[in-house]
Every structure is written in C-alpha cells, then in structure tokens.
C-alpha cells in the first residue's frame, strides 16, 4: 500500500478506478474536471478499463449513468454546483429508478454572486432526492468513501444511488498524503457486482416504462424508496466494518472526536471540520471540557446516533456551512427535528452559519463559538442563530461597494 | 508547523513551486498539505499557493493567515491589494521577492518590519521553480537531495530536458541561498489564553439597491491594464512592415492594435494580452515576439 501526496479530485478518482467501474459519463466543471481529466488519462493510457463519455450537459450525464446503471454495469459520475442543479430533475428521477451508482460531487457554492469556493447549498439541494449522502472531510475519507458508496449503492437492501460530497479546493485541490489500497484487497472489499435483475442485452432487446399513477401507488414507491435510505444506516455500519477489517481504517455514521465526555460539542459538516479538531485540541489543552461530532452519512440522517451522543450535554453548537434563505442552518433544523422532545436533549442547540462561498472560519472563531454556547449555557438561553461577519469584513465590502458605484442611481 | 505562501501569476509555475516544495518536505518525512487558490484561470491573473509541513497530522486548513514565509514571484503584486501578498506578515516572518531591487528598497517601500530577502531574476519563465528552491533552503530541512527529487517527481510528464533545466535552475536559487539558510521558522501557535478575538458584528438589512450583486459602471475596460498578463509581446519591424493597414488590427481579438492615418499600425501594450494572433497573421513576417523583461521601457506599465 503506497502513501501518497494526492488531491481530494485524485482521490475520488482512485476510488472509481479501483472499484473497477465499466461506464463514466461526464460534463466539465470547475472544481470537479480533474476528476474526469484524471479518469480519462488513465482510459487513455490503458490503465484503467472503462467507457468515458462525454455528454452535452449533467442533465443527460445522470440520464445516462443512471440508465447504465439499471442495465447492470458498474457506473460513475462526478459533478458540482450549478451542474448538479442543472440535473435536478434526474437527480429526483433517477432515484426513483432505485439505479445503484455513485456520484461525486465537489460542493461549490451556487450562483448568485458566483463563486468557485465551497458550501453545502449544492448538495443540500439533493437532500430529499432518495440519493444517499456521504460527507468527506480528508482527501483519505474521499477515496475510501468512494469505494465504501458502492457497496453501499448495490446492497439489495438499499439499491439507491449515492452521493458522495467534498468540498471545493478545501479538498478538490488539496493535496494531502493518501493511502492507496492494494487492487487485490479492494477485490476483497467489493466483490463482482451482481445487478440481480437489472439487466439488458443488446441481443435480447426488451422494453422498460415508469407508469403514470395515482396518489396511491405513488405513495407506495415513495415510501418504498424512504424504507430504502433508512435501511441504508444499518448496512453502512456494516460495510463500514468490512472495510475497517481489510484497511484498517474507521468510517462511522457520525465521526465522533472527543464528544463523549464532553460537556460542549460542535458540530458540522466537511472538510472545515477539520478546523473544528484542530480548535478542540487547543480548547482541551487549555482545560475545556469540548468534543466535536460531524455527520460523515447525512441521509440517512443518523437521528438516533445523535440523539445518544449528544445527551445530557451542556451546549451544542452547530456551525452550518449553508443557509436556507429565511430559516438558517439546514443541520440546525435537521438536529432539531431529532432532537426535540426527547428527554435527554442538551437543553442549548445554537446556530452558527459560517464558511459561506469558502469563507474562512479561523481558529479565533472557534474559540468564540465555544465561549458563546458555555455563556448560553451558564444563563440557560439559546443564543440567537449568528451569521458569522466581522467588521473588516463589512468594511472591506463597503469599499468594493463604494468601488462599484453600488445603490447610486443610474444616470440616464 | 510551516506555514509557506507563494504569490505570482497564472504561468509562473507557483502551483508547481508549491508542490515541489510539498513533496520535498513529504519526502523528507513530514505530513504535508500543498493547494493553489485561483479565481477564474487565466495566464497572468494573480495566483497563490501555500504549503503546511508537519511532524504531525495537518488539521488546519484554508488559506494560511499567518505565513512564516512569503515568496512574491512577480514584484508587481506586491502593490496589488486584491492579489493579498502581505497578508499577516508579521515581524517573524520572511519575505522573499523575485526582484532586481535590492532587499533595503523593499524593506523601506513596505515597512513591514520583516526580513526581506530578495531573489534576483534570471529566467522570467521559470519564476516558480527558482522559488522553490529558495522556499527548500530558506526552510533549512530539507536536503538538497529531496529538492532535486521532488523536482523529478513533480516534472514527470516532462521531457528530461525541460526538468533539467528546472533542476538547474531550483539548485542555482537553492545555492544562493545559502547565507539565509533556516532563516525560516515556525510560529508559536495559537492558544485559548492568548488569541485576538475576532470582531463579529450582526449584519443589518440593506435595501436591494445596494444588496444585489449587480454592478452597474460606465465601460472601463480601458482602464483595466490586461497589458500585465503577458509574458511575452509582439514587436513590429517597421522595415518589414507593409503598412497594409489592416491585416494586424484586424484579427488582434482585444482591439490593442491601432492604425494611423498613414497606415502605420502601433501595438498599445498596456492592453495587448500578448495572444500572438498579429505575429500568427502577418503576411509580412513584420513581427516577432520578445519576452517581456527585455523590452520594458521606462515609464511604462510594468
């Protein structure tokens, strides 16, 4: 097993050229085409044994690979941003299919103002499609994820295709050092993949149609494609333990640093997490009592995991790196459905967005989140959600807005 | 941890230099993150890179806020707000600038109360890889031996000539350096008890007519001097010139070719990107293409 210096695109990379994939359709986009370009020169180079296609846009890339996908071959994709909105509708569509694949996404910001930098508002967009999400925060969990997804994916049990997220140049171009599994043990891993009845043969043509129906039979394979992704919770702690056997490399639900005797705990998403480690260590060596818990699965969403390893703390923060336009943190509000009304709920749920478009969350700001939930929690009252913004910051905007003329009106 | 920023623009190989830099330190066992942060790609934008080495696993990630070391490879930046070259430089860290002005101009023009080291120039196309190799020695850890290897394995796609010129090239800058070896060193890190607390404030409402990211200005493109992405310009020989008045102008995609009355076409270098369409399309051959140290003129844009 070689260590390496690799980027979080060579990494997701690496994970559909060892899981043997038969068919990748593409589209371009910054800050995801290495994956392809990486994919493609290895195609080129023989060194990889796969179909590359390029199509004219997502939106027929998630046709296609979901259509591959449900003729029984291997598939994967990778996109981000605004080519992921763009494939919405099939994003939706193709889930309902029930196609096993995987899909990488490398989170960027959505237009408008544009941005190449990341958030999880592209992502978070998918969240209620029926595909499974996987959150990266090292270019190592990337790679091993990626392979992690396809069991996942093809599992009677589940059979759903599966997003799996990083974020843009945080991990895209990032590079870190990154274990490369054997070929032998990845064959180990992930077995010759069985479509069960998913089939065509060129030789034996046959037709296929999704029926229009009434809210009845509708409802059925709606909540037949819930039942799926809630499945999806047990059988990732399954796979997840193959996978720590073979590599020796642990993957839980919910990465769990230092929480359980905390008092305090962060939590959040991706790559920035990392940020949240890094604060912990300092936080503890100076005496706080502060873990950190990151969602790696998001959907399913693990709520009876959280509901265990966040009870009876004194003040949970959670640092969401998205915002839903006129309610907040999509992770507040989603811990909050999980958490409301249960009898050990940490009595402080506080809301921080931060991290926006690639906005930086220092180390400092971390310090202050922490002190903010202790304050909350020694007077027993939830701050109000905070949009992280200093004052340089504003004063910075002001004069690009000055700069641009901004709020003048325009001369005819 | 060594916390490693490199400034320049797209074309200068600063994300190579930030690699080579990063696999040398890998290579001499420590935990490295290496990454290039750009807007919109294009040659001659400002681009920067950074490098964090470590005994230990890196959790810090981003843009490095407080460098021990800054490399500006093209002096031109350093007066560039939104190119961000100074940012938290601070009294221990180590400027290093591709420049033929000595260290005390800098030191006097930016008053940052940092060592400033200067790095003469000597191949304007390989500013990246000299810097690396300045980055390697100004470090102090990493052996010579390491910087010759990381070149190789960063450079493998490449002709074994064109790595041997930048082997030569890193090694050169890596030798001159040699008075300033370990000059490098790594900041105490931040704690719990003594850290600047950062200046929230709660954003207030703006009516849309300054809230929407819509910028409305009169045309400036003249203004924007894209003279400054080039490397290279294109020169007409009058003598060969045929005063055809239009060939040139024509195809020059940015408008940057003007023609007199008299049919004598003048390159208006503040704003030729340096494509090289004219010299492609003149049926003369009157024009040829010079690297842009050798034809700076004084009082022109640099």
């Known amino acids: 097993m070689s260590r390496i210096l690799l980027t979080g695109n060579g990494a997701a990379a690496w994970g559909a050229r060892l899981a043997q994939v038969d068919y990748i359709p593409a589209f371009p986009i910054t800050p995801q085409t290495e994956i392809i370009e990486t994919l493609a020169a290895w195609i080129d180079q023989q060194q990889m044994d796969a179909r590359l296609v390029t199509l004219e846009s997502e939106h027929s890339m998630i046709t296609a690979a979901a259509a591959a996908a449900v003729t029984g071959v291997r598939v994967f994709s990778a996109t981000s941003s605004q080519g992921l909105l763009y494939a919405m509708e099939m994003i939706f569509t193709t889930a309902g299919w029930r196609a096993p694949y995987v899909l990488v996404n490398v989170s960027r910001g959505l237009a408008t103002p544009i941005t190449l930098e990341p958030d999880h508002n592209d992502v978070l967009a998918a969240r209620d499609s029926g595909y499974l999400q996987i959150h990266c925060s090292t270019c190592q969990e990337v790679l091993d994820c990626t392979l992690i997804a396809y069991r996942l994916a093809e599992d009677a049990r589940v059979r759903l295709p599966v997003i799996v997220n990083l974020d843009g140049f945080y991990l895209s171009f990032t590079r870190e050092p990154v274990f490369i599994p054997e070929k032998d043990r990845v064959k180990q891993f992930i077995s010759e993949y069985d479509p069960e009845n998913m089939r065509f043969r060129a030789h034996a043509p046959m037709s296929e149609a999704v029926a229009v129906l009434g809210g009845s039979p509708y409802s059925y394979f709606r909540y037949q494609t819930h039942l799926a992704a809630e499945n999806a919770l047990g059988v990732f702690d399954e796979v997840a333990k193959k996978f720590q056997q073979i590599f020796a490399r642990e993957y839980t639900a919910i990465e769990n640093y230092f929480a359980d005797d905390a008092d305090y705990v962060f939590v959040m998403m991706g790559s920035f997490a990392t940020k949240a480690k890094d604060a912990v260590d300092k936080l503890r060596a100076a005496g706080w009592s502060i873990g950190l818990l990151r969602p790696r699965l998001l959907r399913p969403f693990p709520s009876e995991r959280f509901r265990q390893l966040l009870a009876e703390k004194k003040a949970v923060a959670v640092i969401d790196q998205n915002i839903s336009m006129g309610m907040g943190g999509v992770l507040h509000s989603e811990l909050c459905a999980a958490l409301y009304g249960q009898p050990q709920a940490p009595a402080i749920l506080a809301s921080f967005i931060a991290g926006l478009g690639g906005r930086d969350i220092s180390v400092e700001e971390f310090f202050e989140i922490a002190k903010t939930i202790k304050q909350a929690a020694n007077e027993n009252r939830t701050p109000a959600p905070q949009l992280l913004y200093t004052e340089n910051e504003l004063r910075e905007i002001r004069k690009l807005q000055a700069l641009a003329n901004v709020g003048n009106k325009l001369e005819q | ?299 022109e844009t640099p």
């Open chain 2, 1 to 299: 941890m060594y916390r490693i920023r490199f400034h320049g623009r797209g074309g200068q190989g600063i994300k190579t230099a930030s690699r080579i830099l990063g696999t040398a330190f890998f290579l001499e066992g420590y935990e490295v993150q290496d990454a290039p942060r750009y807007g919109a790609e294009r040659r001659g934008a400002p681009i920067f890179a950074y490098v964090r080495a470590a005994k230990k696993p890196i959790l810090e990630r981003g843009v490095i806020q407080q460098p021990d070391l800054v490399i500006i490879a093209d002096e031109s930046l350093a007066s560039v707000a939104s190119a961000g070259t100074l940012i938290g430089i601070d009294s221990h860290c180590v400027l290093l600038i591709v420049s033929n002005e000595s260290a005390q101009t800098w030191q006097h023009r930016l008053n940052l109360g940092c060592k400033v080291i200067t790095l003469s120039k000597q191949a304007e196309n390989h500013a990246g890889v000299l810097c690396a190799g300045a980055a390697v020695r100004l470090a102090g850890v990493i052996s010579r031996q390491n910087l010759q290897s990381a070149i190789q394995q960063e450079l493998a796609d490449f002709d074994a000539s064109v790595v041997q010129i930048n082997t030569d090239l890193a090694l050169q800058a890596f030798d001159d350096m040699e008075e300033f070896e370990g000059s490098v060193k790594t900041a105490e890190e931040l704690s719990v008890e003594n850290y600047q607390k950062p200046q929230w404030i709660k954003l207030a409402f703006d009516a849309a007519h300054t809230a929407a990211p819509a910028i409305h200005a009169a045309a400036n493109s003249v203004q924007i001097k894209t003279g400054l992405w080039r490397s290279y310009r294109p020169v007409i020989d009058y003598q060969l010139c045929k005063h055809c008045w239009w060939v040139c102008s024509t195809y020059c995609p940015g408008g940057a070719i003007n023609v007199d009355a008299k049919g004598q076409p003048d390159v208006d270098y503040d704003h030729c990107k340096g494509c090289m369409i004219c010299v492609a399309q003149c049926p003369s051959h009157a024009i040829s293409i010079v690297p842009e140290q050798e034809n700076k003129t004084a009082g």
